[in-house]
């Protein structure tokens, strides 16, 4: 059991015991250990078990499986598991380079000042669409994608500062670390998810003698 669950559900019986002995007991307010009693729980108890519950559900809002279960995301969860390794989330996902059970959050927060705010307020309003709207039928980004999330783990490591696509003339470092060239640019890194590109024939891959993950559905 996640921790902030366990943390949740105790506060929740510590509350609950107080309540049961100040309803069976009312009188017992008319004492100050009981004014003191009846105060932690109507107004310290609730707001501990709020806190304790916002935080478990936003940690749970990170998680790949979250993502991926809103009925439009299910295209995007199975290109996780694409064998052709020119889809770059695939890539990404298959070979580990990214938290599998937090794929999805890991790429898109950016990371700047605020920049978990920000994704988590962005991601509310896509579940507010997707119980209250009408969810389009290609997905876009709300603005093309920004380096900086790429260099947020790819800078200074060894297979991108000497990659020879990245040494030559028509794409150079300097351009990519400024945001000049993007790492999406046409010929690139540009197949990212392709759901809509045939998706449903792409051959999955699965690793010996086990599942992947069960965040990326079959």
């Not at 009925?71 to 695939?90: F, I, K, Q």
């Amino acid at each position: 059991m996640p921790f902030m669950l366990a943390l949740l559900l105790g506060l929740i019986v510590v509350a609950a015991i107080p309540i049961l002995f100040l309803w069976a007991r009312p009188e017992s307010t008319r004492s100050t250990e009981g004014k003191i009693v009846a105060f932690l729980v109507l107004f310290v108890a609730p707001a501990l078990i709020l806190y304790g519950g916002a935080t478990a559900h936003l940690d749970r809002s990170k998680s790949t499986s979250f993502c991926l279960s809103c009925h439009a995301m299910t295209p995007y969860g199975r290109s996780l598991r694409v064998a052709d390794t020119e889809y770059l989330a695939a890539a990404h996902f298959l070979n580990n380079r990214v938290p599998r059970d937090h794929a999805c959050y890991t790429c898109h927060t950016d990371y700047v000042l605020f920049g978990g705010v920000k994704s988590k307020m962005r991601g509310l309003r896509h579940v507010m669409v997707n119980y209250f709207g009408t969810v389009p039928d290609t997905i876009r980004l709300y603005k093309p994608y920004n380096n900086r999330e790429c260099l947020h783990c790819h800078l200074g490591s060894r297979s991108f500062e000497e990659s020879s696509g990245h040494q030559g003339d028509d794409v150079s470092m300097a351009d990519l670390k400024s945001g000049k060239t993007s790492c999406m640019t046409s010929g690139c890194h540009d197949v990212v998810h392709d759901v809509h590109r045939g998706l449903k024939d792409s051959d999955l891959w699965h690793p010996p003698g086990g599942a992947v993950a069960a965040e990326a559905p079959e």
